[in-house]
């Protein structure tokens, strides 16, 4: 069974995250993860888990979490889940938005270096 989280609950798992870290708190990341599965997501994967329980199983991934890397929790996530047959898909549009920012960086680069040439031998021609 595949479970796909889309990029905005993965920013908010981020996000939490990131705060759980900061407030040595993980109440609230619990709650946020859990909410980022749809009810229908729920539901499946609470038939697979031994304890039938998400909140439950999540409280125990982040009781093994170090609290220290947010890639660590996804990857404690995947293993996790994908020990009951559950293959976790995130959509990482942040992650694709910076790799397309560089190429972009890159072709900006290119176009402006022709530019400022043009520039300089007008300069230097008066």
């Known amino acids: 069974m595949e479970?796909?989280?889309?990029?905005?609950?993965?920013?908010?798992?981020?996000?939490?995250?990131?705060?759980?870290?900061?407030e040595d708190d993980t109440e609230s990341l619990r709650e946020d993860i859990l909410e980022a599965f749809t009810e229908e997501q729920v539901e499946e994967i609470e038939r697979r888990l031994d304890s039938g329980d998400l909140f439950e199983f999540l409280t125990d991934v982040l009781d093994e979490w170090s609290g220290e890397d947010i890639e660590e929790l996804f990857e404690l996530l995947e293993t996790q889940l994908g020990e009951y047959g559950i293959d976790l898909k995130t959509e990482n549009k942040?992650?694709?938005?910076?790799?397309?920012?560089?190429?972009?960086?890159?072709?900006?680069?290119?176009?402006?270096?022709?530019?400022?040439?043009d520039l300089e031998d007008d300069y230097f021609d008066d």
């Open 3 to 22: 479970v796909y989280l889309d990029a905005r609950a993965v920013r908010q798992i981020r996000v939490s995250a990131q705060e759980a870290m900061e």
């Open 94 to 117: 942040s992650e694709e938005e910076d790799d397309d920012e560089e190429e972009e960086d890159e072709d900006d680069d290119d176009e402006e270096e022709p530019v400022g040439e």
